[in-house]
């Protein structure tokens, strides 16, 4: 069990990727082809936090790998994690139930594929997956689609969050707008499904107006903080971290606040900065103790219905 820090809470991280190949699609080979041509942005970030370069995997089994992550939970400090990504579904099924005390798990397939709904039925009762992550840039249709409504209808049945990516995606080079990039195309299913709790991670990247906007309109959206966050450096007007926090809480209160790390990649490992970053902006910005415990750990084990000590 993690050894307890940042003073007086518990940490429950729900964002983070676990590597692995063996369901690499072409569209991904192609995306990591178009981010090779812009790596001089990847390059700058790398020296601008000191992070190594990932050492693809290096050898490891997928064994090793879970094993290194439960390892970093225990130096930092990391009561759980969610791991929203992990080589399709029954891939991730696996690595969850090597630690099953400390790892959750979300399935993440498209939901506009024909099955999907089943999918994601299969996932949750049979593998004990506890949410869907959903990349919108890459989906195959819009998040309002009609045929996707299968899929809410599953994802409320079982009270399962839904994790959605919007806005741009990767390094230079990456995806920066497509006619399915836009949170605001949300507010329609979530309207439709109020007891499906719809998370946006990344403060909603350079759509921060209309995620506002879609919290206003929407109480069962929330955002997560999860990143660097380096994206503001590309907004035209200043935004800060301290920003941020400070217009989410305005509009839609600690309670709909989620911390995420976004850690993905070895030898980097557990991102402790970004955590100790946000940590220290909350605390600057004079949040009471139930206000912090709920950013860092409380909303994100009541969405996924889960004790924050290890028990479900």
Same mark, same amino acid.
């Given at each position: 069990?993690?050894?307890?820090?940042?003073?007086?809470?518990?940490?429950?991280?729900?964002?983070?990727?676990?590597?692995?190949? &063996?369901?690499?699609?072409?569209?991904?080979?192609?995306?990591? $082809? &178009?981010?090779?041509?812009?790596?001089?942005?990847?390059?700058? +970030?790398?020296?601008?936090?000191?992070?190594?370069?990932?050492? *693809?995997?290096?050898?490891?089994?997928?064994?090793?790998?879970?094993?290194? +992550?439960?390892?970093?939970?225990? $130096?930092?400090?990391?009561?759980? #994690?969610?791991?929203?990504?992990?080589?399709?579904?029954?891939?991730?099924?696996?690595?969850?139930?090597?630690?099953?005390?400390?790892?959750?798990?979300?399935?993440?397939?498209?939901?506009?594929?024909?099955?999907?709904?089943?999918?994601?039925?299969?996932?949750?009762? @049979?593998?004990?997956?506890?949410?869907?992550?959903?990349?919108?840039? @890459?989906? &195959? $249709?819009? #998040?309002?689609?009609?045929?996707?409504?299968?899929?809410?209808?599953?994802?409320?049945?079982?009270? #399962?969050?839904?994790?959605?990516?919007?806005?741009?995606?990767?390094?230079?080079?990456?995806?920066?707008?497509?006619?399915?990039?836009?949170?605001?195309?949300?507010?329609?299913?979530?309207?439709?499904?109020?007891?499906?709790?719809?998370?946006?991670?990344?403060?909603?990247?350079?759509?921060?107006?209309?995620?506002?906007?879609?919290?206003?309109?929407?109480?069962?959206?929330?955002?997560? @903080?999860?990143?660097?966050?380096? +994206?503001?450096?590309?907004?035209?007007?200043?935004?800060?971290?301290?920003?941020?926090?400070?217009?989410?809480?305005?509009?839609? *209160?600690?309670? $709909?606040?989620?911390?995420?790390?976004?850690? &993905?990649?070895?030898?980097?490992?557990?991102?402790?900065?970004?955590?100790?970053?946000?940590?220290?902006?909350?605390?600057?910005?004079?949040?009471?103790?139930?206000?912090?415990?709920?950013?860092?750990?409380?909303?994100?084990?009541?969405?996924?219905?889960?004790?924050?000590?290890?028990?479900?």
């Amino acid at each position: 069990m993690a050894v307890r820090r940042f003073q007086d809470l518990t940490v429950l991280d729900f964002h983070i990727h676990f590597r692995r190949d &063996s369901d690499r699609t072409f569209k991904e080979d192609e995306r990591a $082809r &178009s981010e090779e041509r812009g790596s001089g942005y990847r390059d700058q +970030w790398r020296l601008a936090f000191d992070f190594p370069e990932p050492d *693809g995997g290096g050898g490891r089994t997928w064994e090793d790998e879970a094993d290194l +992550w439960a390892g970093e939970m225990d $130096r930092h400090g990391i009561e759980r #994690i969610v791991f929203v990504t992990g080589g399709g579904n029954d891939n991730l099924a696996q690595v969850v139930h090597r630690h099953p005390d400390r790892f959750i798990g979300f399935a993440h397939h498209d939901p506009f594929l024909p099955g999907a709904a089943d999918e994601l039925q299969r996932a949750i009762e @049979t593998l004990g997956l506890r949410g869907l992550k959903l990349i919108a840039p @890459t989906l &195959s $249709r819009r #998040i309002d689609d009609p045929s996707g409504y299968p899929v809410w209808e599953v994802a409320a049945a079982h009270r #399962i969050p839904v994790l959605i990516h919007f806005g741009m995606l990767g390094a230079g080079g990456g995806i920066a707008y497509n006619d399915k990039i836009n949170p605001a195309h949300l507010e329609g299913v979530a309207k439709d499904f109020p007891t499906v709790n719809f998370v946006v991670p990344h403060f909603g990247i350079q759509f921060v107006k209309e995620l506002l906007f879609l919290c206003w309109a929407c109480p069962n959206v929330h955002v997560d @903080t999860s990143g660097s966050n380096q +994206w503001i450096q590309w907004m035209p007007y200043t935004l800060t971290l301290d920003d941020l926090f400070r217009k989410f809480l305005e509009t839609v *209160g600690p309670g $709909r606040i989620v911390y995420g790390s976004d850690s &993905s990649w070895f030898p980097r490992g557990y991102v402790i900065r970004y955590l100790q970053d946000q940590i220290r902006v909350c605390r600057l910005l004079r949040l009471h103790h139930e206000d912090l415990q709920a950013i860092f750990g409380g909303n994100a084990a009541r969405l996924i219905g889960v004790d924050l000590n290890g028990h479900d």
